[in-house]
């Protein structure tokens, strides 16, 4: 069965701090990759995507994404992170074969000021 | 105005009641899609429709049942809830044809909790 691996459940950082959330998926041919944030009592927002093209992708609010296929991964990464970064963050992989999206886990980011 | 929206935002009801949970859209989407929410398990899908005569189950259906009365509108019903279906339920809609990406569109949540 087709699968998303978030590795870190919690991530708790000081401001400034430097970012990476692992995100892996298991093999399914071509595939679309997002990473969705959902800030507290908030739904999901699209914080990037890749589909094809330069596998380094920029979002918004200075996120940034790596799509490495020989890893099957797609980390989500951020410089330096703000106080207002506190969420859960979701990484989703559509399987071209497919119609939906599969999520993984999630990973809680708490930014402390 | 919220692009997709959800009602009620909050619910809290007893085991075995009916509950009817809905979603409407503006985006002019064919398809969508109900998701449920559990901490530590992401997303999982419920059912999805892409089109008012096509519905189909997701991952956990049982125990749930939806309708596509419109285009813009998708339902799902819970006919005799049960304490693990308290949950955080999410409605979305995804754009087909050339500009389809896979991208959803969420709305801001129903919050369900069986006593």
């Known amino acids: 069965a087709q699968s998303v691996s978030q590795h870190n459940h919690h991530v708790i950082l000081s401001e400034a701090a430097s970012l990476e959330l692992g995100c892996n998926y298991s093999?399914?041919?071509?595939?679309?990759l997002f990473w969705y944030v959902q800030y507290p009592g908030q739904h999901l927002q699209l914080l990037l995507k890749?589909?094809?093209?330069?596998?380094l992708v920029k979002g918004i609010k200075g996120f940034e994404a790596e799509f490495i296929k020989s890893k099957f991964s797609f980390n989500l990464r951020k410089p330096s992170v703000q106080w207002s970064d506190t969420a859960e963050y979701f990484c989703a992989v559509k399987y071209n074969a497919g119609n939906m999206l599969t999520f993984g886990g999630g990973t809680r980011l708490m930014v402390k000021p | 105005d919220a692009d997709v929206t959800q009602t009620p935002r909050n619910r809290i009801t007893k085991t075995g009641k009916r509950i009817m949970l809905e979603c409407s859209q503006t985006?002019?989407?064919?398809?969508m899609y109900w998701y449920r929410q559990d901490p530590g398990l992401g997303l999982r899908l419920i059912y999805y429709s892409f089109d008012v005569k096509d519905i189909n189950k997701g991952e956990i259906s049982d125990g749930y049942s939806v309708s596509r009365q419109a285009q813009a509108k998708f339902s799902l019903s819970l006919e005799s809830a049960i304490p693990n279906q308290t949950a955080l339920y999410f409605c979305?809609?995804?754009?087909?044809?050339?500009?389809?990406?896979?991208?959803?569109?969420f709305g801001e949540g129903s919050r369900l909790t069986v006593l």
């Open positions: 890749y589909f094809s093209g330069d596998p």
């Open positions: 979305a809609t995804r754009e087909t044809g050339g500009a389809n990406t896979g991208e959803l569109f």
């Open positions: 985006k002019g989407h064919d398809r």
């Open positions: 093999y399914g041919g071509t595939v679309n």
